[in-house]
């Protein structure tokens, strides 16, 4: 929520609104599935009984039922009726459920309350924007308003009659205009969300759902309300394609006169363009948080098991932790970073230094529960000779790369990094890991997720993510890697979050005191952990979330 810390009602508080269901559906071949699909023969199963084998500890997720993206994404939570469901925080780590904040009431949301955004109006005064489906099912844009600023968790909102604000006109799909983001203020002081003319367009990318768009600060690690505007300053545009299922973002420059956005050259405009995160990852949103300077992004990951397990399981889907997100000083791209306030769940901690790891070997990190840990590692790599040959045609496909040399095929310099959610003998392991590549006067890092022999059970989506990181390695000698590892989640961050993954896995054997975390090396030349810092991680208040 835009500039929340500057509300008289709140000193600093995070008011997230979300909703949850249980929604079963039949698994496909996608990496992530639709936010907006609905099947209402399933909408009324029972979730009493929910299975906690391998429910995250320290990730938002509600008591059952499905959830999905941030603010305002929404579900049916039975036959016939759409909620949005609230819950609060001030340091979105520990939170309490309230009840529902949003639910159809009116003729312009009668049908259902879906995705939008919050923004903060002169005086403090928080608004939301939202998705509503009126009686013909067209998608119209709704406002609402809290009904008494004094309330610090803003508990109830009003809807008012003169909603909705933004209809779409004729000959403009109904059924594909939503998402509305948060508003910026112009110079003039108007108010901006839509014009008569696109912000920006993309040939055949489909249609875009969750877009985001705010500004970022070409130097220092501040972030920017949504409204600044001026010198120094560069925008991101977001976008989720519903074609790929992955999000994309564009760097580039905003022109207020003529409400227009142009990505620089640097920036690819398709579907080979940057992400957020390169695995399981959608329908993201951030929010500029005042009282720390910063921009926080928060996304969603869905589940990967089966439709029948989630079932059984009596819940699905999970919010990713909040990360701060910045311009690299190389202005091509973002890094993003877990907010500091995870530290407050870290508990017991070890440390390994200066340990060579040989060609072909690994070691075991011991002393925590690794099925939900936090884990931070300096490699120091050489011998880029015995680089494995770059080919051209994988500039555009990092996933298929990694599909193709996995963990456990032997290259040059790596794959090496981490096996975590590890059985004791390895049947079951989900392998981070970096591989250097040599191409024509440079070097190329590739990135991955391969989580193919995560879990002994049949019948699992197990895809590999991958992304190339932007490092010289060759001057620098050194990479980074962090882990956030919570029973089924794994989320990493390259060379300090210039590239990050997310997967969803399911072990079998790996589960709580039996899950392994180990360090390996199947490359050709040596690497040096030169420190590894690791921590149990505590479980938060989750008071009805």
């Given at each position: ?68 993206g941030t603010l305002l994404q929404p579900q049916r939570l039975r ?135 705010y500004p970022v600060a070409l130097k220092g690690t501040r972030g ?293 975390l180990f360090i390996f090396n199947n490359g050709s030349t040596d ?19």
């Amino acid at each position: 929520m835009e500039r929340a810390n500057s509300c008289r009602w709140t000193a600093w508080l995070a008011v997230v609104l979300v909703h949850w269901c249980l929604c079963v559906r039949e698994r496909n071949k996608v990496a992530v599935e639709a936010s907006h699909v609905v099947y209402e023969s399933l909408q009324s199963v029972p979730a009493s009984v929910v299975d906690s084998k391998l429910r995250t500890g320290y990730h938002f997720q509600p008591p059952k039922h499905w959830i999905n993206g941030t603010l305002l994404q929404p579900q049916r939570l039975r036959v016939g009726q759409h909620r949005v469901a609230h819950s609060v925080s001030t340091d979105l780590i520990n939170w309490v459920a309230l009840e529902p904040a949003i639910y159809p009431s009116k003729p312009f949301d009668i049908k259902g309350c879906w995705s939008g955004s919050a923004t903060i109006l002169p005086g403090n005064k928080p608004l939301i924007l939202y998705t509503g489906l009126d009686p013909r099912e067209r998608q119209v844009q709704n406002i609402a308003y809290p009904k008494n600023l004094s309330d610090p968790y803003l508990r109830e909102w009003v809807k008012p009659d003169f909603n909705p604000v933004i209809a779409p006109d004729d000959g403009v799909n109904a059924s594909a205009f939503r998402d509305p983001t948060t508003a910026w203020r112009g110079p003039g002081g108007h108010w901006k969300l839509v014009a008569k003319h696109s912000l920006h367009s993309a040939r055949d990318t489909g249609m875009w759902e969750c877009p985001d768009f705010y500004p970022v600060a070409l130097k220092g690690t501040r972030g920017l309300d949504t409204s600044v505007y001026g010198h120094g300053v560069k925008y991101v545009l977001k976008v989720s394609l519903d074609i790929t299922r992955y999000e994309y973002y564009t760097v580039g420059k905003y022109y207020h006169d003529k409400d227009k956005y142009v990505p620089d050259a640097t920036s690819a405009d398709d579907h080979t363009g940057l992400r957020y995160d390169y695995g399981n990852f959608y329908a993201s949103k951030t929010f500029f948080d005042g009282k720390k300077q910063r921009r926080i992004l928060w996304g969603w990951a869905n589940e990967s098991d089966t439709s029948e397990v989630d079932k059984a399981k009596g819940w699905a889907g999970i919010q990713t932790i909040p990360r701060t997100i910045l311009l690299d000083g190389s202005g091509r791209q973002l890094v993003q970073w877990p907010i500091e306030e995870i530290e407050s769940v870290r508990g017991k901690h070890v440390v390994v230094e200066h340990k060579r790891i040989p060609s072909g070997g690994f070691f075991e990190v011991n002393g925590i529960d690794s099925s939900q840990a936090d884990v931070e590692v300096s490699f120091d790599v050489s011998g880029l000779e015995k680089a494995e040959d770059f080919h051209p045609s994988w500039a555009t496909d990092a996933e298929a790369l990694c599909g193709r040399k996995t963990a456990d095929v032997k290259g040059g310099v790596g794959p090496f990094g981490l096996l975590v959610l590890a059985s004791a003998n390895m049947e079951e392991k989900t392998a981070v890991f970096f591989r250097v590549f040599k191409a024509d006067h440079k070097h190329v890092v590739l990135m991955c997720h391969d989580p193919t022999r995560s879990s002994l059970r049949a019948g699992l989506y197990k895809p590999t993510f991958a992304g190339f990181v932007d490092v010289d390695i060759a001057k620098t000698g050194k990479i980074s890697l962090r882990s956030l590892i919570d029973n089924s989640v794994v989320e990493s961050f390259g060379a300090k979050g210039k590239t990050c993954i997310t997967s969803r896995v399911y072990p079998s054997l790996a589960i709580g005191e039996d899950a392994h975390l180990f360090i390996f090396n199947n490359g050709s030349t040596d690497v040096k952990v030169s420190e590894l810092n690791a921590w149990e991680m505590k479980k938060p208040l989750m008071n009805g979330a």
